[in-house]
Nanobody, 117 residues
């Protein structure tokens, strides 16, 4: 069982920045993709952004130009750089590892991000 541990969440003012980290207990090169999801109050969990093993990224329209997903294979870590944060970005953010061969993905426990003045 692979563990994913998020860190870096907290309280930030609108317009501010925050960087989340996701540390995996095993090599992340075994995964089809690594990404970040979030769940806002009263809403379904949604994709924020992801990066494939080939380095291809995709993002939700709501965060394009503001958020960046990056990975460091040597460190078994995936990052989410969040800039120009908005109040509506407030959510629990979850790290996700997509697996090959239709195996269920791995999920982190989540980290709270609160954007408020």
């Amino acid at each position: 069982q692979v563990q994913l541990v998020e860190s870096g969440g907290g309280l930030v003012q609108p317009g501010g920045s925050l960087k989340l980290s996701c540390a995996a207990s095993e090599s992340i090169v075994q995964f089809k993709s690594m990404g970040w999801y979030r769940q806002r109050l009263g809403s379904q969990r949604e994709l924020v952004g992801r990066v494939t093993g080939y380095g291809v990224t995709n993002y939700a329209d709501s965060v394009k130009g503001r958020f960046t997903v990056a990975k460091d294979n040597a460190m078994n870590t995936v990052y989410l750089q969040m800039d120009n944060l908005k109040v509506e970005d407030t959510a629990v953010y979850y790290c996700n590892a997509e697996r090959y061969s239709f195996r269920p993905p791995y999920w982190g426990q989540g980290t709270q991000v609160t954007v408020s003045s």
